[in-house]
């Protein structure tokens, strides 16, 4: 029987002499067994014959324990976490084992206890006492990074344990599906490379915390990907210098989102909701076509902002874009009622596309809402508002953007453009 775990072997001895261990295990592999030569006959009938080996990455051969008769007490109070001493008589050491598998352990442990009893050996689980193969007692690999087409593996795959992956400038036109298979990446770093498009199976990454697409050629990013499991996982996103012209309404779901950067795109918007992301605290949309900001923008609660170098247009609320419908369609009223007093709503009771135009709904200043009927208009807003820090918009100084206002009839219209003149 075998146990891969990290353990630490203490000396009893150690306190008399004015010392003590160095508090933290390491990777091994135990065995419970007998030597090849007693393998067949010899030892008799009981455990006499039946050692624990301890093999780590600095001896591989393995320091041997005899078990029968010599186990002290076992401690597992915390065999649960995967964590369990073994108190040997002689020689006078703790085997102090952790980071096992739980099931594992406390199977290895009833083994062991077995064997300390004298069971007979054809009743034990028992392995071969041979020195441990490399990969057996090193740590798993958690990091790797490959900056060039020629260290990219091709016929071997990457380690299963990877929590950071970074492959940068190796010419990927898609990502691998061997890198879709590291369900315990953190971080993934892909930037520098040809890639066009996202497998939805990204959202399978259910650890992933931080993904870098910057410098590839994505022309999107899937809504499939924000209804998947990064809405609770990713904080950080780089989506800079691609061809992104804009992001979908489902965007807004990732709402773990800390740090999101869109540098050097082609978007002509920002995402519709983007308020919903409560936690975005740094903000970059620089060098874009952003002629004006979405209304939910005045909604954000952000550290840093930076929109430098965008073509935004200058807001005139006396010229408003009209398109109110008199009277009201049956669908806008419904609509308006259904947000107005917080209806529950949802594909099993209306049809799909109903709520796709619900979710889209736009608020008033007088915080009702509105769907397809509308006046709307462009303000400026002071960015300082909304970021701690803000990059001047642009060379002449200015931290003041346009940004979309919604009126859901004239009388509201009215009443702001009165408060409008007044000001000015």
């Not at 010899?42 to 078990?67: E, F, I, N, P, S």
């Not at 209804?227 to 992104?244: A, H």
Request: with cysteine; charged share 20%.
């Amino acid at each position: 029987m075998r146990l891969q775990c990290e353990v630490e072997v203490v000396s009893r001895l150690l306190p008399t002499c004015g010392l003590r261990g160095r508090g933290r295990g390491t990777r091994a592999l135990l065995s419970l067994g007998r030597p090849p030569g007693r393998a067949q006959g010899g030892g008799g009938a009981g455990g006499g014959g039946v050692y624990l080996m301890v093999c780590t990455a600095r001896d591989r051969v393995g320091a041997r324990y005899k078990v029968q008769e010599n186990i002290e007490r076992f401690f597992t109070r915390f065999v649960e976490e995967g964590k369990a001493t073994v108190r040997l008589r002689e020689p006078a050491v703790d085997v102090c084992l952790s980071k096992a598998n739980a099931s594992n352990l406390k199977t290895f442990l009833s083994a062991v206890r077995l064997a300390h009893q004298g069971t007979d050996v054809g009743a034990l689980p028992l392995s071969a006492l041979v020195p441990a193969k490399t990969s057996e007692v090193e740590k798993p690999k958690a990091k790797m990074i490959i900056t060039s087409r020629r260290d990219y593996p091709l016929t071997k795959n990457f380690p299963y344990s990877l929590e950071h992956l970074q492959t940068s400038y190796c010419k990927l036109a898609r990502i691998d599906t061997r890198v879709l298979c590291l369900k315990k990446l953190r971080k993934l770093d892909l930037s520098h490379n040809h890639i066009k498009q996202l497998p939805a199976t990204i959202g399978d990454l259910v650890c992933l915390q931080e993904l870098n697409l910057h410098d590839n050629h994505l022309e999107s990013f899937s809504g499939a990907l924000c209804n998947s499991t990064l809405q609770k996982s990713l904080q950080f996103l780089d989506l800079s210098q691609n061809k992104i012209k804009a992001l979908p309404i489902q965007f807004c779901q990732l709402g773990e989102l800390v740090n999101l950067k869109l540098d050097d795109n082609e978007l002509i918007r920002l995402p519709f909701k983007i308020g919903q992301l409560g936690h975005l605290r740094f903000l970059s949309a620089a060098r874009n076509k952003l002629p004006f900001l979405p209304s939910d923008f005045r909604k954000l609660c952000l550290e840093n902002l930076d929109l430098f170098g965008n073509p935004f247009e200058q807001p005139n609320p006396l010229v408003p874009n009209i398109q109110l419908k008199i009277p009201l369609t049956l669908v806008e009223c419904a609509a308006r009622a259904t947000i107005n007093h917080r209806i529950p709503y949802g594909c099993p009771l209306l049809p799909s596309h109903l709520c796709e135009d619900l979710a889209v709904a736009k608020s008033c200043q007088c915080g009702n809402a509105c769907l397809s009927s509308f006046i709307q208009i462009t303000v400026t807003m002071n960015l300082h508002h909304v970021a701690h820090t803000v990059v001047l918009v642009d060379n002449m100084g200015g931290t003041e953007a346009p940004i979309i206002c919604y009126f859901c009839s004239l009388d509201c219209y009215s009443q702001f453009l009165d408060r409008h003149l007044q000001s000015n």
